[in-house]
Protein backbone atom coordinates (compact mmCIF):
# COMPACT_ATOMS: atom_id res chain seq x y z
CA UNK A 1 0.00 0.00 0.00
CA UNK A 2 3.17 2.30 0.82
CA UNK A 3 4.56 1.97 -2.35
CA UNK A 4 1.20 2.28 -4.43
CA UNK A 5 0.92 5.82 -2.43
CA UNK A 6 4.21 6.36 -3.34
CA UNK A 7 4.00 5.91 -6.62
CA UNK A 8 1.10 8.14 -7.31
CA UNK A 9 2.68 11.05 -5.46
CA UNK A 10 5.50 10.75 -8.05
CA UNK A 11 2.80 10.64 -10.68
CA UNK A 12 1.21 13.86 -9.45
CA UNK A 13 4.40 15.38 -9.12
CA UNK A 14 5.39 14.63 -13.21
CA UNK A 15 2.07 15.46 -14.11
CA UNK A 16 2.91 19.37 -12.61
CA UNK A 17 6.23 19.68 -14.12
CA UNK A 18 5.19 18.23 -17.60
CA UNK A 19 5.31 21.68 -19.86
CA UNK A 20 2.54 20.55 -21.57
CA UNK A 21 -0.11 20.65 -18.75
CA UNK A 22 1.41 24.39 -18.64
CA UNK A 23 -1.10 27.26 -20.19
CA UNK A 24 0.74 29.63 -22.57
CA UNK A 25 2.45 32.71 -20.88
CA UNK A 26 0.67 36.15 -21.61
CA UNK A 27 2.99 39.36 -20.82
CA UNK A 28 0.19 41.65 -19.10
CA UNK A 29 2.52 44.12 -17.30
CA UNK A 30 5.55 45.62 -15.80
CA UNK A 31 5.41 43.10 -12.71
CA UNK A 32 5.58 39.82 -15.14
CA UNK A 33 9.33 41.05 -15.79
CA UNK A 34 9.82 40.51 -11.86
CA UNK A 35 8.09 36.95 -12.04
CA UNK A 36 9.78 36.12 -14.91
CA UNK A 37 13.59 36.61 -13.04
CA UNK A 38 12.52 34.94 -9.88
CA UNK A 39 11.34 31.97 -12.53
CA UNK A 40 14.56 31.73 -14.08
CA UNK A 41 16.00 31.77 -10.67
CA UNK A 42 14.23 28.97 -9.00
CA UNK A 43 14.81 27.10 -12.23
CA UNK A 44 18.63 27.67 -10.95
CA UNK A 45 18.03 26.14 -7.77
CA UNK A 46 16.53 22.85 -8.90
CA UNK A 47 18.78 22.35 -11.54
CA UNK A 48 21.66 22.83 -8.85
CA UNK A 49 20.24 20.68 -6.47
CA UNK A 50 19.81 18.02 -9.58
CA UNK A 51 23.71 18.49 -9.89
CA UNK A 52 24.44 17.70 -6.38
CA UNK A 53 25.70 21.30 -5.53
CA UNK A 54 27.73 21.82 -2.46
CA UNK A 55 25.02 24.86 -1.26
CA UNK A 56 22.21 23.93 0.57
CA UNK A 57 20.55 27.14 0.98
CA UNK A 58 20.86 30.38 -1.70
CA UNK A 59 20.13 33.87 -0.29
CA UNK A 60 17.51 35.64 -1.81
CA UNK A 61 17.27 37.46 -5.39
CA UNK A 62 19.00 41.04 -4.67
CA UNK A 63 15.70 43.52 -5.58
CA UNK A 64 15.63 46.49 -4.28
CA UNK A 65 12.74 47.53 -2.35
CA UNK A 66 10.22 50.00 -3.36
CA UNK A 67 8.36 52.67 -1.28
CA UNK A 68 4.81 51.41 -0.64
CA UNK A 69 2.33 52.80 -2.78
CA UNK A 70 4.81 53.73 -5.29
CA UNK A 71 6.18 52.01 -8.86
CA UNK A 72 9.48 51.46 -9.23
CA UNK A 73 10.66 50.13 -12.63
CA UNK A 74 13.95 51.05 -14.88
CA UNK A 75 15.64 53.13 -12.04
CA UNK A 76 12.15 55.52 -12.03
CA UNK A 77 10.34 55.60 -8.73
CA UNK A 78 7.30 57.17 -9.60
CA UNK A 79 5.47 58.33 -6.40
CA UNK A 80 2.98 61.13 -7.38
CA UNK A 81 -0.96 61.87 -6.36
CA UNK A 82 -0.51 59.19 -3.45
CA UNK A 83 -1.36 62.02 -0.48
CA UNK A 84 2.09 61.41 0.47
CA UNK A 85 3.21 64.24 3.57
CA UNK A 86 6.76 63.47 3.34
CA UNK A 87 9.23 61.89 1.33
CA UNK A 88 9.08 58.40 1.59
CA UNK A 89 12.00 55.89 2.57
CA UNK A 90 13.46 52.84 0.82
CA UNK A 91 14.05 54.77 -2.29
CA UNK A 92 15.81 52.17 -4.53
CA UNK A 93 19.66 53.73 -4.62
CA UNK A 94 20.23 53.48 -8.18
CA UNK A 95 17.11 55.22 -8.75
CA UNK A 96 17.66 58.12 -11.79
CA UNK A 97 14.25 60.07 -11.69
CA UNK A 98 12.13 60.51 -8.52
CA UNK A 99 8.25 61.89 -9.25
CA UNK A 100 6.93 62.79 -6.27
CA UNK A 101 4.35 65.69 -7.43
CA UNK A 102 0.74 66.42 -6.86
CA UNK A 103 1.79 65.30 -2.73
CA UNK A 104 1.05 67.12 0.08
CA UNK A 105 4.61 67.26 1.30
CA UNK A 106 5.64 70.38 3.16
CA UNK A 107 8.98 69.72 4.36
CA UNK A 108 12.42 68.42 2.42
CA UNK A 109 14.29 67.36 5.72
CA UNK A 110 18.10 67.11 6.02
CA UNK A 111 18.06 63.19 5.32
CA UNK A 112 15.10 62.57 2.64
CA UNK A 113 17.47 61.96 -0.32
CA UNK A 114 20.38 59.95 1.47
CA UNK A 115 22.23 57.72 -0.78
CA UNK A 116 20.55 58.72 -4.35
CA UNK A 117 24.07 59.74 -5.70
CA UNK A 118 22.64 58.50 -9.39
CA UNK A 119 19.77 60.61 -9.14
CA UNK A 120 19.59 62.53 -12.23
CA UNK A 121 15.82 64.25 -12.17
CA UNK A 122 13.79 65.24 -9.18
CA UNK A 123 10.17 66.51 -9.31
CA UNK A 124 8.38 67.90 -6.50
CA UNK A 125 5.96 70.02 -8.21
CA UNK A 126 2.84 70.71 -6.70
CA UNK A 127 3.01 70.05 -3.51
CA UNK A 128 2.95 72.60 0.00
CA UNK A 129 6.52 72.73 0.42
CA UNK A 130 7.81 76.26 2.38
CA UNK A 131 10.85 74.69 4.14
CA UNK A 132 13.90 72.95 2.76
CA UNK A 133 16.57 71.96 4.85
CA UNK A 134 19.69 73.64 3.90
CA UNK A 135 21.80 70.26 3.55
CA UNK A 136 18.90 68.61 1.86
CA UNK A 137 20.36 68.61 -1.43
CA UNK A 138 23.88 67.42 -0.36
CA UNK A 139 23.89 63.80 -1.62
CA UNK A 140 22.18 64.57 -4.92
CA UNK A 141 25.71 64.52 -6.46
CA UNK A 142 24.30 63.89 -10.06
CA UNK A 143 20.87 65.99 -10.50
CA UNK A 144 20.58 67.96 -13.45
CA UNK A 145 16.61 68.72 -13.38
CA UNK A 146 15.17 70.03 -10.56
CA UNK A 147 11.37 71.09 -10.59
CA UNK A 148 9.64 73.06 -8.08
CA UNK A 149 6.85 74.50 -9.29
CA UNK A 150 3.86 74.97 -7.52
CA UNK A 151 4.28 75.33 -4.16
CA UNK A 152 5.38 77.54 -1.08
CA UNK A 153 8.95 78.58 -1.65
CA UNK A 154 9.95 82.18 -0.36
CA UNK A 155 13.28 81.78 -1.61
CA UNK A 156 15.80 80.06 -3.84
CA UNK A 157 16.43 77.11 -1.83
CA UNK A 158 19.92 76.67 -0.27
CA UNK A 159 23.15 74.59 -1.45
CA UNK A 160 21.70 73.16 -4.96
CA UNK A 161 23.70 70.45 -6.46
CA UNK A 162 26.40 71.56 -9.12
CA UNK A 163 25.99 69.17 -11.21
CA UNK A 164 22.60 71.27 -11.45
CA UNK A 165 21.31 71.98 -15.50
CA UNK A 166 17.73 72.80 -14.79
CA UNK A 167 15.58 74.10 -12.15
CA UNK A 168 11.64 75.42 -12.81
CA UNK A 169 10.70 76.97 -9.58
CA UNK A 170 7.79 78.74 -11.18
CA UNK A 171 4.37 79.90 -9.19
CA UNK A 172 5.77 79.56 -5.64
CA UNK A 173 5.59 83.18 -3.16
CA UNK A 174 9.51 84.19 -4.04
CA UNK A 175 9.85 87.85 -3.46
CA UNK A 176 13.57 88.24 -3.50
CA UNK A 177 16.57 86.03 -4.82
CA UNK A 178 19.06 86.85 -2.55
CA UNK A 179 22.83 88.13 -4.17
CA UNK A 180 24.61 84.27 -4.36
CA UNK A 181 21.28 82.37 -4.49
CA UNK A 182 22.65 80.35 -7.98
CA UNK A 183 26.66 80.30 -6.23
CA UNK A 184 28.81 77.19 -7.71
CA UNK A 185 25.87 76.36 -10.59
CA UNK A 186 28.23 76.94 -13.44
CA UNK A 187 26.70 74.22 -15.27
CA UNK A 188 23.05 75.93 -14.73
CA UNK A 189 21.02 75.99 -18.62
CA UNK A 190 17.67 76.88 -17.98
CA UNK A 191 15.82 78.77 -15.32
CA UNK A 192 12.17 78.77 -15.72
CA UNK A 193 11.22 81.23 -12.54
CA UNK A 194 7.63 83.32 -13.48
CA UNK A 195 4.87 83.48 -11.47
CA UNK A 196 6.32 84.58 -8.88
CA UNK A 197 5.54 87.84 -6.88
CA UNK A 198 9.11 89.50 -7.41
CA UNK A 199 9.47 92.86 -8.36
CA UNK A 200 13.05 94.80 -10.19
CA UNK A 201 13.66 95.84 -6.34
CA UNK A 202 14.04 92.28 -5.62
CA UNK A 203 16.69 91.28 -7.10
CA UNK A 204 19.58 91.69 -5.46
CA UNK A 205 23.30 92.44 -6.63
CA UNK A 206 25.11 89.72 -7.78
CA UNK A 207 22.23 87.29 -7.83
CA UNK A 208 22.88 85.66 -10.99
CA UNK A 209 26.48 86.34 -11.14
CA UNK A 210 28.55 83.11 -12.13
CA UNK A 211 25.32 81.85 -14.28
CA UNK A 212 26.01 81.08 -17.93
CA UNK A 213 22.04 80.74 -18.78
CA UNK A 214 21.09 79.90 -21.94
CA UNK A 215 17.34 80.42 -21.41
CA UNK A 216 15.23 82.55 -18.56
CA UNK A 217 11.54 83.14 -18.09
CA UNK A 218 10.35 85.53 -15.55
CA UNK A 219 6.74 85.87 -16.95
CA UNK A 220 3.84 86.84 -14.41
CA UNK A 221 5.64 88.55 -12.04
CA UNK A 222 5.21 92.13 -10.99
CA UNK A 223 8.57 93.65 -13.06
CA UNK A 224 7.96 97.52 -14.08
CA UNK A 225 11.41 96.81 -16.78
CA UNK A 226 13.79 94.71 -17.61
CA UNK A 227 16.41 93.87 -15.72
CA UNK A 228 19.44 95.19 -15.25
CA UNK A 229 21.66 92.36 -13.76
CA UNK A 230 21.21 88.98 -15.77
CA UNK A 231 23.67 86.86 -17.15
CA UNK A 232 25.11 88.60 -20.38
CA UNK A 233 24.85 84.69 -21.86
CA UNK A 234 21.56 84.24 -22.53
CA UNK A 235 19.83 83.36 -25.98
CA UNK A 236 16.35 83.80 -24.67
CA UNK A 237 14.82 85.81 -22.21
CA UNK A 238 11.10 85.88 -21.66
CA UNK A 239 9.49 88.79 -19.68
CA UNK A 240 5.98 88.46 -20.73
CA UNK A 241 2.91 89.37 -18.57
CA UNK A 242 4.61 91.66 -16.42
CA UNK A 243 3.94 95.72 -15.72
CA UNK A 244 6.91 97.32 -17.69
CA UNK A 245 5.95 100.30 -19.29
CA UNK A 246 9.10 101.02 -21.82
CA UNK A 247 12.12 99.88 -23.17
CA UNK A 248 14.79 102.48 -22.17
CA UNK A 249 18.03 102.75 -24.32
CA UNK A 250 20.56 100.73 -22.29
CA UNK A 251 18.24 98.19 -20.80
CA UNK A 252 19.41 95.43 -23.66
CA UNK A 253 23.08 96.60 -23.10
CA UNK A 254 24.16 93.29 -21.41
CA UNK A 255 22.32 90.81 -23.75
CA UNK A 256 24.72 90.87 -26.92
CA UNK A 257 23.74 87.01 -27.31
CA UNK A 258 20.25 87.13 -27.57
CA UNK A 259 18.18 85.15 -30.31
CA UNK A 260 14.25 85.38 -28.47
CA UNK A 261 13.10 88.18 -26.89
CA UNK A 262 9.88 88.30 -25.64
CA UNK A 263 7.62 91.61 -23.80
CA UNK A 264 4.50 90.14 -25.12
CA UNK A 265 1.36 91.28 -22.83
CA UNK A 266 2.90 94.36 -20.79
CA UNK A 267 2.19 97.90 -20.64
CA UNK A 268 4.94 98.87 -22.92
CA UNK A 269 3.93 102.73 -24.81
CA UNK A 270 7.71 103.13 -25.77
CA UNK A 271 10.85 101.41 -27.43
CA UNK A 272 13.62 103.85 -26.92
CA UNK A 273 15.69 104.22 -30.24
CA UNK A 274 18.46 102.97 -30.51
CA UNK A 275 18.21 100.04 -27.93
CA UNK A 276 17.29 97.37 -30.16
CA UNK A 277 20.84 98.29 -31.64
CA UNK A 278 22.29 96.24 -28.22
CA UNK A 279 20.68 93.27 -29.74
CA UNK A 280 22.32 92.89 -32.87
CA UNK A 281 21.66 88.88 -33.08
CA UNK A 282 18.23 89.14 -32.16
CA UNK A 283 15.88 86.21 -34.46
CA UNK A 284 12.65 86.82 -32.70
CA UNK A 285 10.75 89.88 -31.19
CA UNK A 286 7.92 89.30 -29.10
CA UNK A 287 5.79 92.50 -28.25
CA UNK A 288 2.36 91.92 -28.69
CA UNK A 289 -0.13 92.90 -26.47
CA UNK A 290 1.50 96.21 -25.33
CA UNK A 291 0.03 99.92 -25.91
CA UNK A 292 3.07 100.37 -28.70
CA UNK A 293 1.88 103.27 -31.45
CA UNK A 294 4.46 103.16 -33.89
CA UNK A 295 6.79 100.13 -35.15
CA UNK A 296 10.03 100.69 -32.95
CA UNK A 297 12.75 102.35 -34.96
CA UNK A 298 15.92 100.30 -35.72
CA UNK A 299 14.69 96.83 -37.12
CA UNK A 300 15.74 97.40 -40.22
CA UNK A 301 19.36 97.42 -39.22
CA UNK A 302 18.50 93.79 -37.66
CA UNK A 303 20.18 91.40 -39.99
CA UNK A 304 19.20 88.13 -38.27
CA UNK A 305 15.94 89.18 -37.48
CA UNK A 306 13.08 86.98 -38.73
CA UNK A 307 9.75 87.09 -36.54
CA UNK A 308 8.18 90.05 -35.28
CA UNK A 309 5.23 89.67 -33.01
CA UNK A 310 2.97 93.60 -32.89
CA UNK A 311 -0.32 92.89 -33.06
CA UNK A 312 -3.29 93.65 -30.08
CA UNK A 313 -1.31 97.07 -30.02
CA UNK A 314 -1.97 100.85 -31.04
CA UNK A 315 -0.26 100.69 -34.10
CA UNK A 316 -2.23 103.57 -36.97
CA UNK A 317 0.54 103.71 -39.31
CA UNK A 318 3.34 101.82 -40.86
CA UNK A 319 6.15 103.78 -42.94
CA UNK A 320 7.46 102.19 -45.96
CA UNK A 321 10.83 101.39 -43.85
CA UNK A 322 9.47 100.47 -40.85
CA UNK A 323 11.05 96.82 -41.36
CA UNK A 324 13.37 96.61 -44.66
CA UNK A 325 16.73 98.17 -45.23
CA UNK A 326 16.72 101.12 -47.57
CA UNK A 327 17.64 101.35 -51.42
CA UNK A 328 20.21 98.10 -52.27
CA UNK A 329 20.58 97.45 -48.47
CA UNK A 330 19.82 93.46 -47.50
CA UNK A 331 19.26 91.70 -44.68
CA UNK A 332 21.07 88.46 -44.04
CA UNK A 333 17.62 86.39 -43.29
CA UNK A 334 14.19 87.53 -44.40
CA UNK A 335 11.42 87.93 -42.37
CA UNK A 336 8.98 84.85 -42.00
CA UNK A 337 6.46 86.33 -39.82
CA UNK A 338 5.11 89.81 -39.07
CA UNK A 339 2.02 90.05 -37.07
CA UNK A 340 0.03 93.64 -36.99
CA UNK A 341 -3.27 92.27 -36.78
CA UNK A 342 -5.82 94.13 -34.04
CA UNK A 343 -3.88 97.43 -34.49
CA UNK A 344 -5.73 100.46 -35.79
CA UNK A 345 -3.50 100.61 -39.13
CA UNK A 346 -5.07 100.30 -42.49
CA UNK A 347 -3.61 97.78 -44.08
CA UNK A 348 -4.90 98.84 -47.75
CA UNK A 349 -2.48 102.35 -46.72
CA UNK A 350 0.82 100.34 -46.15
CA UNK A 351 2.49 100.03 -49.37
CA UNK A 352 3.35 96.55 -51.07
CA UNK A 353 7.39 97.47 -50.94
CA UNK A 354 7.13 97.61 -47.27
CA UNK A 355 7.55 94.23 -46.64
CA UNK A 356 10.41 93.74 -49.38
CA UNK A 357 12.52 91.51 -47.43
CA UNK A 358 9.98 89.26 -46.37
CA UNK A 359 10.18 85.63 -47.82
CA UNK A 360 6.32 84.79 -48.40
CA UNK A 361 3.78 87.40 -48.74
CA UNK A 362 1.51 84.98 -46.42
CA UNK A 363 3.92 85.93 -43.43
CA UNK A 364 2.62 89.51 -43.05
CA UNK A 365 -0.29 88.98 -40.68
CA UNK A 366 -3.21 91.76 -40.88
CA UNK A 367 -6.27 92.05 -39.72
CA UNK A 368 -9.28 93.82 -38.09
CA UNK A 369 -8.99 96.26 -35.29
CA UNK A 370 -11.65 96.75 -33.06
CA UNK A 371 -11.66 99.74 -30.86
Not at 201 to 224: H, Q, V, W
Not at 299 to 308: E, G, N, R, T
Amino acid sequence: MQSCCSFLLLLCVAQLLSPSAALPFEQKGFWDFALDSLDIDMKAMMKDEEEGSAIEELPPPDMPMCPFGCQCRLKVVQCSDLGLSEVPSNIPPDTRFLDLQNNHITELRENDFKGLTNLYGLSLRNNYISKVHPRAFIPLQSMQKLYFSKNLLTSIPKNLPASLVEIRIHENRIRKVQAGAFAGLGNMNCIEMGANPIQNSGFEPGAFKGLKLNFLRISDSRLTGVPKDLPESLHELHLDHNEIQAVELEDLKRYKNLFRLGLSFNHIRNIENGSLAFVPRLRELHLDNNRISVVPKGLPDMKYLQVVYLHNNNIGKVDLNAFCPKGAGMKRAFYHGISLFSNPVNYWEVQPATFRCVSDRLAVQFGNYKK
